[in-house]
């Protein structure tokens, strides 16, 4: 099954295509709901319902991140603690959404900025890179565990580590940056994929080059 046959068969793909619509739908929902990229002021206003609130209804921020977005990449969080971490920090937390709206910012240094002061956003940025990726889809593929992206490099025969000979001791944020530039240079040169935004693309390497984590559980179960 070579990729110009995968391509086609993801763009006739119905089922993906109904539940990504809908996704993008819910996607500008929530930054009608959220609008910081446009309005950052709001963000000193955000009240602790409004970032996590489970009791009440499914209006709030976290919500939307982990669950309503799924289809725009799937967090593997364990546990709903890391959100109550958020809220008891509170204004850190509002200070690292003011970093991911920054314009001036490039996207490594949003991903490696303080994330580690509330217990849970560490080690991989996995949240952090999610709500980046839904103010910026324009700029990064949502796929945010590394391990993922560096096996669509190694599966669609891409090579990474020639490009920067200390990439194993870069930070997670710049090998994200990395990653992803590359695989978007590569989306970008097959002119039905150029096409397609971002999420599209994260969509297709999952459905086609799913990594090995993921075959693996599927055959558990």
């Not at 819910?26 to 996590?52: C, G, M, N, T």
């Not at 921020?61 to 709903?80: D, M, R, S, T, V």
């Not at 971002?198 to 999952?206: A, Q, S, T, V």
């Amino acid at each position: 099954m070579n990729l110009e046959w995968r391509i086609k068969d993801f763009e006739n793909n119905w089922k993906y295509r109904e539940k990504f619509d809908s996704a993008l739908e819910k996607h500008a929902e929530f930054l009608r709901i959220f609008p910081f990229r446009e309005k950052p002021w709001l963000i000193d206003k955000l009240s602790v319902e409004q970032i996590y609130n489970p009791h009440k209804d499914k209006n709030y921020f976290f919500y939307w991140i982990e669950h309503a977005l799924k289809p725009l990449g799937h967090l593997y969080i364990g546990g709903a603690r890391v959100y109550k971490n958020a809220i008891e920090n509170i204004d850190v937390f509002k200070r690292l959404l003011k970093i991911v709206i920054n314009e001036s910012l490039p996207i490594a240094d949003k991903i490696d900025a303080q994330w580690k002061e509330i217990s849970g956003f560490g080690l991989d940025k996995h949240i952090a890179k999610k709500i980046i990726y839904c103010y910026y889809p324009e700029k990064i593929i949502p796929s945010y565990k590394t391990e993922d992206l560096e096996e669509f490099m190694s599966i669609l025969g891409l090579t990474y580590k020639k490009y920067n000979k200390n990439y194993n001791s870069l930070s997670v944020g710049k090998k994200f940056e990395l990653l992803n530039g590359l695989l978007l240079l590569f989306k970008n040169k097959y002119l039905k994929m150029k096409k397609w935004n971002n999420g599209e693309f994260g969509g297709f390497l999952y459905e086609y080059y799913p990594p090995s984590r993921i075959t693996k559980s599927s055959k558990l179960n």
